[in-house]
C-alpha cells in the first residue's frame, strides 16, 4: 500500500438514509474493538471486494465506497495489514480515539469517499 491506495469500505444497506450514506458507514462499533474493516485495493478491485463481501461471507452490500491510505493518515488512523482474516483485509484503528474523536474522523472519511463517489454500486 501506498499513500494514494483505496481501501474499499462496503455498505450495508441500513446505512443508507433516502441517498444519503450515514457517517456510521465509516465508524466503527464496539464489537468491532474500534477497528474498521476494509479491503486493500491494491490487492482486489471494488467489484471483486463487493463479490467477496456478499457472495463467498454471504453479508450485505448496496455497493463500496472508498477512502485513501493518506486520508486515513491526516486522520491520525493507523492502518494495519490482517492477511489471517483474508488477504486483502485491511484494518483502520481507531483504537487511540475517544467517542468525540471518532465520530469526526468517521465524517470526515464519509466525506472523503463520497466526493470520490461510489466504486461499485449494485
Same mark, same amino acid.
Given at each position: 500500500m501506498n499513500k494514494?491506495? #483505496?481501501l474499499y469500505r462496503q455498505i450495508h444497506p441500513s446505512w443508507l438514509q433516502g441517498q444519503r450514506v450515514t457517517s456510521q458507514a465509516f465508524k466503527p462499533t464496539p464489537k468491532d474493538k474500534k477497528k474498521l474493516s476494509l479491503y486493500d485495493g491494491d490487492m482486489v478491485s471494488a467489484e471483486e471486494s463487493w463479490k467477496h463481501f456478499t457472495?463467498?461471507?454471504g453479508l450485505s452490500s448496496i455497493g463500496c #465506497?472508498?477512502?485513501s491510505v493518506e486520508e486515513c493518515s491526516n486522520q491520525d488512523l493507523n492502518i494495519e495489514s490482517d492477511p489471517l482474516t483474508f488477504p486483502a483485509h485491511v484494518l483502520v484503528d481507531f483504537e487511540?480515539?475517544?467517542?468525540?474523536q471518532i465520530e469526526k474522523k468517521a465524517k470526515k472519511l464519509r466525506h472523503s469517499a463520497l466526493e470520490r463517489g461510489w466504486q461499485f454500486y449494485v
Open positions: 494514494t491506495t #483505496l457472495i463467498e461471507q #465506497l472508498a477512502v487511540k480515539h475517544s467517542g468525540n
